[in-house]
Every structure is written in structure tokens, then in C-alpha cells.
């Protein structure tokens, strides 16, 4: 019986979203229930995905809180450009 721990940041992927949307949560179930199937032969039927929106301020990446990573990495991409 897998049981599939899916942590994501609390923003939107789109425009005027602040979180994760039905439609996208749904998608993450079916994609990694039939992954198992696929991989493990583990039915969709006794596989568990539960998907956990953690704030994004309860991240962080490289040694920074992720905000400020990004910043970094969005300044060092930006004196890279021509």
C-alpha cells in the first residue's frame, strides 16, 4: 500500500492564484497513482497521495529562505543577460 507525500509551496502557478488548484491537485493524484501502477504494479485502489501546500515562508533552498533565493538567482540570471 503506497502512501505518496506531496509537499508544494503555498503560491499559485498561475496569475492571480495563491495556491494550488483543484484541477492541478487532481492531475498530481492521477499522475503519480498511475506512475505506481505503471512502475509497481501498485493498484490505484490501495495507493494514498496526500498533497500538503506548506507557506512559503516555511521554505528554503541553497542555505536562504526561498523568497530570497529566488531574488539571488532572478539578480545573478539578470547580470548574465546581454
Given amino acids: 500500500m ?3 507525500n506531496i509537499q508544494v509551496t503555498r ?3 498561475l496569475p492571480g492564484q495563491s495556491r494550488t488548484t ?5 492531475a498530481l493524484i492521477k499522475g503519480v497513482s498511475e ?5 509497481l504494479n501498485k493498484p490505484l485502489s490501495a495507493t494514498f497521495v496526500v498533497i500538503e501546500e ?5 521554505w528554503g533552498v ?3 529562505p526561498v523568497e530570497e533565493y529566488r531574488r539571488q ?3 545573478e ?3 548574465d543577460q546581454p
Fill in 35 to 39: 506512475l505506481l501502477l505503471r512502475v
Fill in 22 to 26: 483543484p484541477e492541478q491537485k487532481a
Fill in 77 to 79: 540570471k539578470a547580470g
Fill in 11 to 13: 503560491e499559485g502557478t
Fill in 2 to 4: 503506497p502512501y505518496v
Fill in 73 to 75: 538567482q532572478a539578480v
Fill in 62 to 64: 541553497g542555505g536562504l
Fill in 54 to 58: 506548506v507557506e512559503l515562508e516555511s
